[in-house]
Structures are given as C-alpha cells and as structure tokens.
T-cell receptor
Framework: DAKTTQPPSMDCAEGRAANLPCNHSTISGNEYVYWYRQIHSQGPQYIIHGLKNNETNEMASLIITEDRKSSTLILPHATLRDTAVYYC????????????FGTGTSLTVIP | SAVISQKPSRDICQRGTSLTIQCQVD?????MFWYRQQPGQSLTLIATANQGSEATYESGFVIDKFPISRPNLTFSTLTVSNMSPEDSSIYLCSVEREWGSGYTFGSGTRLTVV
C-alpha cells in the first residue's frame, strides 16, 4: 500500500520553480524516497530518488527533511512540458521490491 | 536505463475474449512488474514476474484472470482473460535493471473492452 500523501493538484507559472511536497511520516530507516511523473498517455518516468541527503540531477532537486518524514521535489524552471502527474513513492532498500503508487499530484504549468 | 517495448499499444476487444500483452526488454532483468491503470486513477501493481517461477500476485488479482508468463530474462506476457468492460485500462510493464536505478516503464497497452 502507498505510504505517502500528496496534494491532489497544483499550479505553477511557466519559468518559476515548482515545489511539490510529499509526506511520508511512517518511512523506515532503510526506505528511499522516489519521484516519478506521468505525462498524459505515457508510462511513468523516473525523476530522482534519495535516502536522507538532498539530491540533484538534470531534471530536478529532491529535498528531504532531517527527520525524513517529508520531502519536496523542486523543478527549478517549470515549462509547459512539465505538466504531468507526479508520484512520490517510498521503497525499502533491497533490490526487486515493488513500487506502490499513491494518488500523486497533478501539476499544471500555466503559460 | 532499460528500453522496454510493449505491444500492442492499444486494442479494442469483445467481452468474454482474452488479450495477451507482450513486454520485451533490451537487457536481462531479474524481475518484471505488471501494473494496471484504470481511467483517471493511479497505477496498481498486478503481479511480479520472476523468470523460472510462478508470478506473485497482489491482493485482488488472481492467476486465472491474469496469467503471466516469463520464459526468459528479457520477455514476459500478461493475459487478460474473459474480459469485461471493467477490465478497460492501461496495462504497463516495468523493470528495474539494477538496484537503485529506478524503474523503467513501457509505454503501456490501452485496452478497451466493449
């Protein structure tokens, strides 16, 4: 079962940073936080993941609170192509464990 | 990340019939996962397919309805049997080629049962 809660929807102005929150208050010490997004009619796309340190890649940054009970995905300069449903997932740290998707946040980037 | 080819991309089927969906990966993977996404909903895991053993099904999904084959480390099929309109969904396969690399998903099969 999904162990995360996210707001159902958010808007962001094009060119501004999009900050997507996720609560995972029951996260275990060996669980990672993963972010995926799904653009309409496509398969989910991996964005980023982390354990406890903040992470950054070419797509986004992931900020995890010190107590690890919440995190924020940051898209630094949102574009219209970033309009999608964003899923925050926690998963235990051994290979092959399944991903359980929650309801996600529908992000709309507004021109 | 792995490249997944899934087919068919879409189909319209008569109720009572069966459809087999194929998932081909460009490299060997231990586990493959099948998901269902009903209209307007999130993804729900159907089962985990391991090569050389029976698939492991999630609660609410049974082998008779969703038989899975995993003949080798690069291929799997999911069959949706005795279909009804409630089976109209997008079906997706996914793999994780190596730990921590994240899942890669196929583009999905959009099934409509009439």
């Amino acid at each position: 079962d999904a162990k995360t809660t996210q707001p159902p929807s958010m808007d962001c102005a094009e060119g501004r940073a999009a900050n997507l929150p996720c609560n995972h208050s029951t996260i275990s010490g060996n669980e990672y936080v993963y972010w995926y997004r799904q653009i309409h009619s496509q398969g989910p796309q991996y964005i980023i993941h982390g354990l406890k340190n903040n992470e950054t890649n070419e797509m986004a940054s992931l900020i995890i609170t010190e107590d690890r009970k919440s995190s924020t995905l940051i898209l630094p300069h949102a574009t219209l192509r970033d309009t999608a449903v964003y899923y925050c997932i926690v998963r235990v740290a051994y290979s092959g464990n399944q991903f359980y998707f929650g309801t996600g946040t529908s992000l709309t980037v507004i021109p | 990340s792995a490249v997944i080819s899934q087919k068919p991309s879409r189909d319209i089927c008569q109720r009572g019939t069966s459809l087999t969906i194929q998932c081909q990966v460009d490299s060997q993977v231990t586990m493959m996962f099948w998901y269902r996404q009903q209209p307007g909903q999130s993804l729900t895991l159907i089962a985990t397919a391991n090569q050389g053993s029976e698939a492991t099904y999630e609660s609410g999904f049974v082998i008779d309805k969703f038989p899975i084959s995993r003949p080798n480390l690069t291929f799997s099929t999911l069959t949706v049997s005795n279909m009804s309109p409630e089976d109209s969904s997008i079906y997706l396969c996914s793999v994780e080629r190596e730990w921590g690399s994240g899942y890669t998903f196929g583009s999905g099969t959009r099934l409509t049962v009439v």
